[in-house]
Every structure is written in C-alpha cells, then in structure tokens.
Nanobody, 124 residues
Framework: QVQLVESGGGLVQAGGSLRVSCSAS????????MGWFRQAPGKEREFVAA????????LYADSVRGRFTISRDIAKNTAFLQMFSLKPEDTAVYYC?????????????????WGQGTQVTVSS
C-alpha cells in the first residue's frame, strides 16, 4: 500500500512562486505515474499535472501549463510541483496522487493512492 505525504504549502502573494513536495513510501515500485490535483472550497477536485515515473513524460492542465512544472526524484520516491506566477485562483488544497496504471487518464478514478493535501493560498 502506497502512502503519500505532501508538504510545502503556504501563503504566497500573487505573482510569486511556491514548491510543494510529495513523499511516497510503502511500495513506490508499484507506481507508474504520480500527479497533482487541487480542490478549492465548494468546487470539484481537478487535475493539475502528472508525470510518468520512468519516462518523465508530463501532462498539464491548460490552466497551469507554462506556469507549473512537475518533476520527480525516483531515488527519493518524491514528486514535486514547482509553481510560478501564482494567481488567486490557484488557491486550493493540493493533493498528491499516484496510479499503478500504465495507461491512465487525468481523472480522479485512475489515481488510487492519495495524500492528505497541503494548502496553497495566493493573496491578491
């Protein structure tokens, strides 16, 4: 059973940057890809970015492409989300997720391992 723990959330001014991290344990070898989702109050959880563990191929939501960068350190079983040019609408709880599927979609149901989330607040 894979366990994921996020860290690095906090308060940042609009236009600023922040990096959140996701540490995995308990069977990381079974993970094919890791991703980040976010959920703002009263809204559905939405896909942000994903990265394949071995190939490094990435996927981004249109709303963050060009501003966010997802990466991973396989040796440390860790994924990162570097966020630049943050906007107030980026404010949300950011969740780390992982999937054992070789073929996956950017949908919640394809990611079976989840962290507890870390709050990112962007002030205007």
């Amino acid at each position: 059973q894979v366990q994921l723990v996020e860290s690095g959330g906090g308060l940042v001014q609009a236009g600023g940057s922040l990096r959140v991290s996701c540490s995995a344990s308990g069977g990381f070898s079974s993970v094919y890809a890791m991703g980040w989702f976010r959920q703002a109050p009263g809204k559905e959880r939405e896909f942000v970015a994903a990265i394949s563990k071995t190939s490094g191929n990435t996927l981004y939501a249109d709303s963050v492409r060009g501003r966010f960068t997802i990466s991973r350190d396989i040796a440390k079983n860790t994924a990162f989300l570097q966020m630049f040019s943050l906007k107030p609408e980026d404010t949300a709880v950011y969740y780390c997720a992982a999937t054992p599927r070789a073929f996956y979609r950017t949908e919640l149901r394809d990611f079976v391992f989840w962290g507890q989330g870390t709050q990112v607040t962007v002030s205007s």
